[in-house]
């Protein structure tokens, strides 16, 4: 089945510890992105990319990073200069073009909590 | 960027009609209404997508204003699978950076009461 693979489902954070959440794709889509979501509120973009091997900072970028070194994948780390890491990460691809009819399609998420 | 403003909830009965609102009343000309929703624990999924005339698909319909400040999306019939967080989202067609473009407020949420 074509989708969006995100792992793990659940992840734990020590203090001073970096953690890298994975996402994977099979639709053949240039664009991927990751957002941020606390309890209760909309989704923030944390960085996003249209190409391999290319990426932008989006609205709360500080304390994460992210690779793009194949067309599959966008991994996230989470790192220890992200004071507030505990939220529901969410990674997404689109076609990647502004072609009006570019839709979203999204993972499953992964819940980050620290210990 | 041009906003959105909807209700923070709303609760409707099994098998009846939903309709819920949207109010962008600094949409631009280029600006294309989307609809998102996302359940429980789950990423959002697409709805609905339009720029002037109502449009229909199998999972709902999107009525858009003459002025197009605002916009309904309307469930005809809502189950208890429809019970989730609605997004209305406005996207700049001819935007560049359109990562950014899609951003998603708190949404509104919608129960089904059986």
């Known amino acids: 089945d074509g989708g969006i693979t995100q792992s793990p489902k659940y992840l734990f954070r020590k203090e001073g510890q970096n953690v890298t959440l994975s996402c994977e794709q099979n639709?053949?889509?240039?664009?991927m992105y990751w957002y941020r979501q606390d309890p209760g509120q909309g989704l923030r973009l944390i960085y996003y990319?249209?190409?391999?091997?290319?990426?932008q900072k989006g609205d709360i970028a500080e304390g994460y990073s992210v690779s793009r070194e194949k067309k599959e994948s966008f991994p996230l780390t989470v790192t220890s200069a992200q004071k507030n890491p505990t939220a529901f990460y969410l990674c997404?691809?689109?076609?990647?073009?502004?072609?009006?009819?570019?839709?979203?399609?999204f993972g499953s998420g992964t819940q980050l909590s620290v210990l | 960027d041009a906003k959105t403003t909807q209700p923070n909830s709303m609760e409707s009965n099994e098998e009846e009609p939903v309709h819920l609102p949207c109010n962008h009343s600094?949409?631009?000309?280029?600006?294309?209404i989307h609809w998102y929703r996302q359940l429980p624990s789950q990423g959002p999924e697409y709805v609905i997508h339009?720029?002037?005339s109502n449009v229909n698909n199998r999972m709902a319909s999107l009525a858009i204003a003459e002025d197009r400040k605002s916009s309904t999306l309307i469930l005809h019939r809502a189950t208890l699978r429809d019970a989730a967080v609605y997004y209305c989202?406005?996207?700049?067609?001819?935007?560049?950076?359109?990562?950014?473009?899609?951003?998603f407020g708190p949404g509104t949420r919608l129960s089904v009461l059986p």
């Open positions: 997404a691809s689109g076609q990647g073009s502004s072609a009006t009819n570019e839709k979203l399609f």
């Open positions: 639709l053949n889509h240039d664009a």
């Open positions: 990319s249209q190409i391999v091997n290319d990426f």
């Open positions: 600094t949409i631009s000309g280029t600006d294309y």
């Open positions: 339009g720029l002037t």
């Open positions: 989202i406005l996207r700049d067609g001819e935007g560049y950076n359109y990562g950014q473009n899609f951003v």
